[in-house]
Structures are given as structure tokens and as C-alpha cells.
């Protein structure tokens, strides 16, 4: 929108809200350019004090910038003229009391207890939740613009207490089960957390080992497991269901009243791997209009009858837009995973639920990949020759459909065949041989993974190998990406099937808007640019990276290099921070190759490459080993990493006794691989010089890992900067 359109917009705004207010109406019609928009809305500047206005949870207060990084503050909306930035705004409770009155009797939120049956939540019994846990905060002291921290694994009370915080009028706030009881403390103080929820007595001694130094913190609650009560402040998930059902709605309601579409009701800390983490600010309005963009993009959700697995950590803004705002829209039933999901129980999970919709993260994508390639290994000569043919036709099929999607006659169809289609696939000959191979191979492969229902399957939080991408797509499972930060809440592109490409990030979500700073072209290659209502409101009490996030047009600078191209397909090639200038000048983004490299490794972990102001480039590698219980990587390598070192010669089985003795067999195998990318290499300055096996796998308990499972860098480079000093001595 131009400053020109935003002059009128705000006029015509003013014009209703002298009306509305001289009239006490509850409705103002907005005229946003072209079209009238309703909205709820008593409309306030900031600074004025917000009781006087009481028409919440959906209205709007009006400020005078786009950016506010103070408790309390409101921005405006880019609400636009048509298309899915027009959507009227809606809070989170006005969304979960809409579903609550469309879909009362149906199941919301599904937990397995003890007894070995999932029991199921309806979304009148979720709304009844939430408000009597809203109303046990407030009783025990949450004030406005303070937050409610959750930490612990995904479960209907980690659910209830997010939500509930926001409907007490304060900030809810996820804290990762990984992080230290000092992590805990910064996010637990930047926040002004009144209360902190737990799941069990590892999280509880946490916070209680700081909660003297915690000048805002009232209460602790505790959801799981034996609850010491006699601890003062403590409480156990029961006490403030008892709590909050003796308490009357009326302080409640009238909170409710106070909140707007356009004020803060979500942090979002944002992993800290540079200086210590930074609140994210997300507005209801940045959380659900992503949510309904998402949806729209989808087109063929369909309410009551969807499933969903609940695993990934809610702290990230992924998962909680995913798991909490996407199915609570939709009428989605969530399942909560195991706690040790990403330790090796999804799996089972998966096949006893049967989600209609995955997200995965590259990991877990990963995981499955080596599951498969380890059955394949193990099947018969006949078996064996049937995957392959199967392999083939599925990648013909997939490949045509995505072509097609792109191409002008057929941009847009649905995903069921048309007459062309089917024509066409005919005369290739591959319609028939793809649904004998559905039949023979595909169909089995779904089930043993519990993703035979599953219609939609999405990586996101990180870069996924072409090639993997490629591999499951051959075997009927097309995984399309979707790119996102915490400061765009979440998602700020999608593809769907079969409009996809296997090694873009996704395709740009409706409504919002894209550019590329640094780059002559319009699509780039430059720094992505983003703006729209997923946008962030800035970070919390920080106005000095607000200011460096997001510039004085709204356009928020994400820090990742990419390009578009004419389909609208957004495709990075890295982040700002993590290119690496060689001594000649040249610069190059790590992931590409560190992804051909496994490529041509499958038996590597993690691949990091390094040379950064160096002459040439080196790599870092791990070996696949196993893991204990508590996802610590052991020295023993793990099953199909043993059996390639057994069939190079080597007698080794552990990752230590490979890299004491620098195994002859091994470190050649390694440097052939490492050759073969080379070739792939587009200049000699992106060649591989020296490389070194580390003495230990990767993981979030030994610090290389996010809590998504993406590389920390910075982790890596200074746990590991003798060796790569090593590589640069003359």
C-alpha cells in the first residue's frame, strides 16, 4: 500500500470512528480502497489508556506506526483491498469461541493416558478449559501485558495454558525443555512472567533453583506427575482446575473486553545462537491471519474429519501456528506424540493415529529415509528390482503432474486427473505401470510409515536435500516445502501438490509481498524482504534490533539470500550471516554444497563447511551413530553406517576407532565422495580441499543442534576450531 492509500485509509477510518463513538456502536465499516471491510472496533491511539474502550476481543486500536516494541503498545494493520489481506482480523478467543459454537461436540485435542486409549477433548470442552484456567491466572495475580511461560512437552495442558494466558490478557510464552535453568531465567524475567507452567519435577527444580531472582513470578504450576504443594507458590494442574471453576466469569469477560485484534499476545523467543535470545512480539492478528492464508493456500482442508500429530516443540512458531492456530481453524483433531517422539517413538505414533497432514522437519524426513533405504537393503533380489521399476514410474508420474501444474494450459487444476492429463499419461505409458506400482509398492510403504491417509506432507525449519526430496516423491510421497522465520509468524510461503519444484522453499503466500534488497532484478538474487499482517510488531523491550529487523517501510530483512522465479517459487541458497567469503573473494552459500556432499555420503551425519577469509574450503563431517535414551549420540555406529565400513573392508565399529586410527578403508571412501561432489562444484573455489570425521554425532544435548534440529554454527565452529585451524597451517 502506498503512502498515498494509507493517507485515505486512515481518513475514511477516522470518519467511521467518529461515527462509532459518538454512537456507541460495536460495528465500524472501514473502507480500505475499493472495498468496505467490517470490523469490531473501538479505536484508541496508543497512549491512551485502553479501558475506556471496551468492545473486545475483536476490535482494532489504531496507532500511528506499524512497529511497537513495548508491552501494552498496538500497531495498524495492513488490512488491503481485496484478496486475502482484506480478511477481517479476529483474536485468538474470538476464533476458539467461533469454533466452539460451529463445532461443540467435536474432538479438538486427543491424549493417550496411562491406560493405553486416547482420550479426547471437544472444543466446548476446550473453550470451558481455557476459561477456567484464564480465570485461576488471574486469581493468582496475572496482570496485563505479563506472561504465562509454558515449558514441557506438547500436551492439552500446554495447549490450555497458551491459550488461557492470552485470555486472561496476558502473553504467552514457550520455553524449550532443552534449555538451562539461566535460559530459563531470561525468558522467564524479559517477559515479566507472573506464572510459569511446568510439565514435571525436572522442569520444577528448574524454576525453583531461580526463583528467587525472579521479581514477577507468583506461581508455579505443575501438570504432571506427583505435585509437592507444600512448596510455597506451587500448584498442581488440578488445584487451579478447582481454582478457576469456583471463580466467577465476570473478571474474566471483562479482560476480554479490553483486548485487541492488534495488540501483542504471543512470545516467540527466538533461538539465541547469537547473544541471548530475543522476544519475538506476534499480534493475534499476525498469528491468525497467517493461519487463514495457510489455510486458504491448503484449499482442501476439511473440518471434522482431519488428524494431526502434535511433536515438534511448541516454542517454536512452526509448530505452535501448525499445531495450536491451523487446527483449532480448521476443526483438526491433534494428537499428542510420546515425549521421546524425536528419539524414535513417532513412528509408532504414526501408525496408530494415521495423520491426514505431516510436517516434518529435515530430520525426521531424514529418519524415514534411512528406515526405507535399511528395508531395501535387507529385500531379495525380486523385491529389490520391483522397488527400482516402482521407483521409476512413481518419479514419472509426480514429475508430470508437477510440469503440468506449471505449465499455461493447466496452471491451477485440481489435483484430480483430467481428461488431458490422463490422455497424456497414456500415451507415456506411465498411468497404468504408476498404479501397479501404487498397488505393489507405495501403498505398503505408506502403511509401514502410518502416512497411508496422509494428503498433505511439508518440510520447514530447514534446508531438505533435493535428492531426499526426489526419493520420497518416487515413492507417492511428494513432500513441498513452506519458508518461514518467528518474525513472519510463522509461514510466509507454501507450495501445494502438484505446484512444486524439489528444490524451492515454497511458493509465496497470497497477500503478502516480496522483494530483494542488493539485487538489480526484481526477483533477485538478493537479501529476502518480506511485508504483510504476518509481519512481526518488534521485539519486546528492544528497539535497537527492532529497528535493524524490520526498516522504516515495514519491510522486514530476513536475513536469508534468494531468488524468485516466474511461477512465484521462492529458493534460497543461504543466510547472510552464514556465507562464506574465501580469500579471493568469492562468495559462497554452505548448504548447496554441504547437501551434495551427503548426497554422495549417505552414511555422513552432519556436514559443515568452513573457509570462511580462508584460500580454500574444508569440511567437517560426522558418522551416523546411535543414540541412547536421552538423544545423546553414542561411539557406536549405528546399523547401516557398520554395514557400508564393513563392506569397505574395515573391521571398525565405532566412530572413535575409525578416527584414532584414520581407517585406510574409510577416509578413502570418504575422499572419493568428496571427489564426486567436487565435480559438481560450478567453480574450482567451491572445491573441497581437506576434510576431517569428528569424533561425535550431533545432538541438542551437546549443544550442535536446535531444538529443531538445525545446525548451530556458531556451536560447531568454536567447539571444533582446533581442527579447523588445522586445516590452514602451512
Known amino acids: 500500500m502506498d503512502a498515498e492509500s494509507e493517507q485515505k485509509q486512515d481518513a475514511i477510518t477516522k470518519k467511521y470512528l467518529d461515527l462509532a463513538i459518538l454512537s456507541d456502536a460495536s460495528t465500524v465499516i472501514v473502507e480500505n480502497g475499493e472495498e468496505i471491510v467490517k470490523v469490531n472496533s473501538m479505536h484508541v491511539p496508543n497512549g491512551t489508556d485502553p479501558q475506556k474502550y471496551l468492545n473486545g476481543p475483536d476490535q482494532i486500536i489504531p496507532a500511528d506506526s506499524y512497529i511497537s516494541c513495548s508491552p501494552g503498545g498496538y500497531v495498524k494493520l495492513r488490512i488491503g483491498s481485496r484478496g486475502p489481506s482484506a480478511e477481517p482480523p479476529v483474536s485468538v478467543p474470538g476464533l476458539l469461541n467461533r469454533m466452539a459454537i460451529r463445532y461443540p461436540n467435536e474432538a479438538a485435542l486427543a491424549t493417550k493416558k496411562n491406560d493405553g486409549k486416547w482420550h479426547k477433548l471437544t472444543y466446548k470442552q476446550y473453550q470451558v478449559n481455557v476459561r477456567t484456567i484464564a480465570k485461576a491466572f488471574l486469581k493468582l495475580g496475572l496482570e496485563r501485558y505479563h506472561s504465562v511461560c509454558i515449558l514441557g512437552f506438547n500436551s492439552e495442558q500446554w495447549y490450555i495454558a497458551d491459550l488461557a494466558a492470552i485470555h486472561a490478557g496476558g502473553y504467552a510464552a514457550g520455553i524449550y525443555t532443552t534449555n538451562s535453568a539461566e535460559a530459563c531465567f531470561h525468558c522467564l524475567e524479559t517477559s515479566r512472567a507472573n506464572i510459569c507452567a511446568v510439565q514435571d519435577k525436572k522442569q520444577l527444580e528448574k524454576i525453583l533453583s531461580i526463583q528467587s531472582r525472579l521479581k514477577h513470578l507468583k506461581a508455579i504450576v505443575q501438570w504432571e506427575g506427583p505435585v509437592d504443594t507444600s512448596v510455597p507458590g506451587v500448584y498442581s494442574w488440578e488445584q487451579l482446575m478447582e481454582m ?78 501448525v499445531d495450536i492456530y491451523i487446527t483449532l481453524a480448521n476443526a483438526v483433531t491433534v494428537y499428542f506424540a510420546q515425549p521421546d517422539a524425536l528419539k524414535g517413538s513417532l513412528i509408532e505414533t504414526l501408525k496408530e493415529v494415521r495423520p491426514t497432514r505431516f510436517l516434518g522437519v529435515p530430520r525426521v524426513w531424514e529418519k524415514m529415509y534411512e528406515k526405507i533405504m535399511a528395508v531395501g537393503a535387507s529385500s531379495g533380489g525380486l523385491k529389490k528390482s520391483i522397488a527400482v521399476w516402482a521407483k521409476e514410474k512413481g518419479t514419472q508420474h509426480h514429475l508430470a503432474r508437477m510440469n503440468g501444474a506449471f505449465s499455461a494450459d493447466m496452471r491451477g487444476l485440481p489435483i484430480d486427473f483430467t481428461l488431458c492429463e490422463m490422455i497424456n499419461y497414456w500415451q507415456e505409458g506411465t498411468s497404468c505401470g504408476y498404479k501397479l506400482a ?24 530447514a534446508p531438505l536435500s533435493p535428492d531426499i526430496k526426489k526419493f520420497f516423491m518416487s515413492l507417492d510421497i511428494p513432500i513441498v516445502d513452506a519458508f518461514g522465520m518467528s518474525e513472519a509468524a510463522g509461514a510466509h510461503t507454501l507450495s501445494v501438490y502438484p505446484r512444486f519444484r ?70 534460497i541458497t543461504g543466510r547472510i550471516k552464514e556465507i562464506l567469503i574465501t580469500a579471493g573473494g568469492e562468495n559462497i552459500a554452505p548448504v548447496l554444497i554441504e547437501q551434495v556432499v551427503q548426497s554422495e555420503l549417505l552414511h555422513v551425519g552432519y556436514a559443515v563447511l ?29 546399523t547401516e553406517a557398520r554395514k557400508w565400513v564393513a563392506s569397505l573392508g574395515s573391521k571398525a565399529t565405532t566412530v572413535s576407532e575409525i578416527v584414532r586410527t584414520k581407517d585406510p578403508a574409510v577416509y578413502k571412501a570418504i575422499e572419493d565422495g568428496l571427489a564426486r561432489a567436487n565435480k559438481q562444484a560450478i567453480s574450482n573455489a567451491q572445491k573441497i580441499q581437506k576434510f576431517a570425521i569428528l569424533p561425535a554425532d550431533f ?7 536446535g531444538p529443531t534440529l538445525k545446525i548451530k554454527r556458531n556451536v560447531v565452529y568454536e567447539k571444533y576450531k582446533d581442527i579447523i585451524e588445522g586445516f590452514y597451517k602451512e
Open 244 to 321: 478457576g471453576s469456583k471463580e466467577p466469569d465476570t473478571q474474566l469477560d471483562n479482560v476480554l473486553k479490553t483486548i485487541a485484534v492488534n495488540e501483542c499476545c504471543t512470545l516467540v523467543y527466538t533461538s539465541g545462537t547469537v547473544g541471548p535470545p530475543k522476544a519475538v512480539m506476534l499480534s493475534h492478528d499476525n498469528l491468525i491471519w497467517d493461519t487463514y492464508t495457510v489455510g486458504e493456500r491448503l484449499r482442501d482442508i476439511r473440518p471434522t474429519n482431519e488428524r494431526l500429530i502434535s511433536y515438534l516443540p511448541l516454542s517454536h512458531v512452526a509448530a505452535q501456528v
Open 438 to 461: 501404487k498397488s505393489l509398492v507405495f501403498n505398503k510403504v505408506r502403511d509401514n510409515l502410518g502416512l497411508d491417509k496422509c494428503l498433505t506432507f511439508v518440510t520447514a525449519a
Open 502 to 571: 524439489l528444490d524451492s522453499s515454497g511458493e509465496v503466500l497470497d497477500g503478502t509481498e516480496t522483494k530483494f534488497e542488493g539485487s538489480a532484478s526484481i526477483n533477485g538474487p538478493g537479501e529476502i524482504l518480506m511485508r504483510g499482517r504476518h509481519v512481526f510488531m518488534g521485539y519486546l523491550n528492544d528497539e535497537e534490533k527492532t529497528k535493524a529487523a524490520l526498516d522504516d517501510e515495514g519491510w522486514l530483512h530476513s536475513g536469508d539470500v534468494g531468488r524468485l522465479d516466474s511461477q512465484n517459487q521462492l529458493y
Open 610 to 638: 568452513v573457509g570462511d577469509r580462508r584460500k580454500f574450503l574444508s569440511i567437517l563431517l560426522t558418522l551416523k551413530a546411535k543414540v541412547n535414551s536421552a538423544g545423546d549420540p553414542l561411539d557406536e555406529l549405528d
Open 699 to 705: 545432538s541438542m544435548n551437546t549443544g550442535e543442534l
